[in-house]
């Protein structure tokens, strides 16, 4: 019985239109025949009241005795008003016979339709929609039927979902942004501070001609010095803004021409910055798709980070696992402490022993951009010492964020 249920729950729309359809029309026949038969059978009860009957028995070639029966009317007896009135009714009765039973059974039949086929799932849509209008979307649609108002509902329920996270990644995209320039507008007040305490200075001393040429020239470029660190501040400001509008577009590409760029920028790197960098690759794949950029800019920003802290020697390892492409950029430094590995790949971290002109945003970056490329990016430690940052993109799909 429960299979029988779920069948005909799960059954499509115009299957299940169909059947109340055939159903009820074939209600509709029985009734008016029954109805027919009954008012026939009623009208000749009536009919007998007003006909003289005379039998006659006849012999068949076979010799049977066949009795048959002949009605006349009996002009002695008058039809009553009340007989008569009801022979109108049944005459009546026999012409809308048809059309109202099966009428009937087309309205019934509508309406059980309606209720039991269209009827919930329409007013879930109704609700969910008023809810999306409210901007509402802390609710999930469920009808479980497979027919067409059921994918309407996943289809609808897959469009709350997806609000649902949009509207949550706009949420954080500007907590984050919050958290930027409450970070910005903080590292900005020391250099800002400086720069007023040696405006106050100049213009106090200065017209008393009680600054040297050389306190002077020594005040200027100390200014000129905080001047620029505050314009590279702003321009940092504006990339990592710019982040989250960047673009992925990942396409087929030849993974031999993409290693020989890292290891043309690695050597480069290498020769600069007097560090043996190799680049080991295991991928055997002919083409890969990624966004190379995005790649050739998460790798820029490991090494950058590497070679402020490598003794001697980094190695990047390239290879595709499953379905991600997966690069790892280890140094042989002191590596990551507990905190770091914790607030690393956070905005503006800086380490205390690091210079104040970094500012603490290429982990971030790389964070960001592999995450915007369907991977992570994880930090962690050498087993023999050393930090490494593993970054993996994801190589399934066109992605165009």
């Not at 009954?38 to 070639?61: C, H, M, P, Q, R």
């Amino acid at each position: 019985m429960d299979r029988i249920k779920r069948i005909w729950f799960n059954l499509s729309i115009q299957k299940t239109l169909i059947v109340y359809t055939v159903g009820f029309m074939l209600l509709a026949t029985v009734l008016s025949s029954l109805s027919f038969n009954g008012l026939d059978e009623w009208k000749n009860a009536i009919n007998k009241k007003y006909v003289t009957f005379e039998y006659s028995d006849f012999t068949d070639a076979a010799g049977r005795s066949v009795r048959l029966s002949l009605g006349t009317e009996n002009s002695e007896v008058t039809i009553s008003q009340k007989d008569e009135v009801l022979l109108k009714f049944i005459d009546l009765s026999s012409t809308l016979t048809i059309p109202v039973f099966f009428g009937g059974c087309i309205i019934l039949a509508a309406f059980l339709f309606y209720r039991n086929k269209l009827k919930k799932p329409i007013e879930l849509i109704n609700q969910s929609a008023a809810k999306i209008a409210e901007h509402n979307l802390d609710f999930s649609l469920r009808y479980e039927s497979k027919d067409e108002m059921g994918r309407l509902c996943a289809s609808l329920e897959t469009m709350r979902s997806s609000l649902e996270n949009n509207y949550r990644e706009m949420w954080r995209m500007m907590e984050e942004r919050k958290r930027l320039n409450a970070v910005f507008a903080h590292d900005l007040r020391t250099p800002l501070t400086v720069l007023r305490g040696y405006s106050d200075f100049l213009s106090n001393y200065i017209p008393h001609h009680k600054v040297s040429e050389e306190k002077l020239l020594s005040t200027v470029f100390a200014i000129s010095k905080h001047t620029e660190r505050i314009e590279n501040y702003v321009a940092t400001m504006n990339d990592v803004q710019k982040l989250e509008d960047i673009s992925i577009s990942a396409r087929e590409t030849n993974a031999r021409e993409l290693v020989e760029q890292i290891t043309s920028t690695a050597q480069m790197l290498g020769n600069q910055f007097a560090i043996n960098i190799n680049v080991v690759n295991h991928i055997k794949d002919e083409f890969i798709n990624v966004d190379s950029k995005i790649v050739l800019r998460v790798i820029d920003n490991l090494l950058s980070n590497a070679l402020r802290f490598a003794k001697g020697y980094i190695e990047i390892t390239l290879q595709v696992m499953g379905k991600e492409l997966i690069i790892e950029v280890s140094d042989d430094g002191c590596g990551f402490s507990h905190e770091d590995l914790k607030q690393g790949t956070k905005a503006f971290y800086r380490t205390h022993s690091e210079e104040s002109v970094h500012f603490g945003l290429g982990l971030y970056i790389c964070k960001t951009l592999c995450e915007k490329h369907g991977g992570e990016f994880l930090l962690s430690n050498n087993e023999i010492g050393g930090a490494k940052g593993t970054a993996k993109f994801d190589l399934q799909k066109l992605i165009n964020n």
